[in-house]
Nanobody
Framework: VQLQASGGGMVQAGGSLRLSCAAS????????MGWFRQVPGKEREFVAA????????YSADSVKGRFTISRENAKNTVYLQMNSLKPEDTAVYYC?????????????????WGQGTQVTVSS
């Protein structure tokens, strides 16, 4: 599967952004999807994951209550709605897909990665 992330940009603290990740290739609904982020010089960090049907999600503590992951299998797209953004959310955000059956926070368990989209939150 090929993944294309979009929707990043620059926003002030307290603002919102919605990231999208469009998939092409194999049937989208067979993949568990995840979002990760990375700041230069630091390891990639788990943000959120969603199961194949979209009925279950799993988020990092740092984004709970602010970020929401969702998916539309008919559109081959996964989203990350980011509200109440903070400067510490500034990073390159990546979407990822795995054929494993369960959601996971470890990046090595994801098989496919998008190219990343930059999110910058100013104070």
């Amino acid at each position: 599967v090929q993944l294309q992330a979009s929707g990043g940009g620059m926003v002030q603290a307290g603002g919102s952004l919605r990231l999208s990740c469009a998939a092409s290739g194999r049937t989208f609904s067979i993949y568990v999807m995840g979002w990760f982020r990375q700041v230069p010089g630091k390891e990639r960090e788990f943000v959120a994951a969603i199961n194949r049907s979209g009925g279950s999600t799993y988020s990092a503590d740092s984004v709970k209550g602010r970020f929401t992951i969702s998916r539309e299998n008919a559109k081959n797209t996964v989203y990350l709605q980011m509200n109440s953004l903070k400067p510490e959310d500034t990073a390159v955000y990546y979407c990822a897909a795995t054929l494993r059956a369960t959601m996971d926070r470890f990046e090595y368990k994801y098989d496919y990665w998008g190219q990343g989209t930059q999110v910058t939150v100013s104070s």
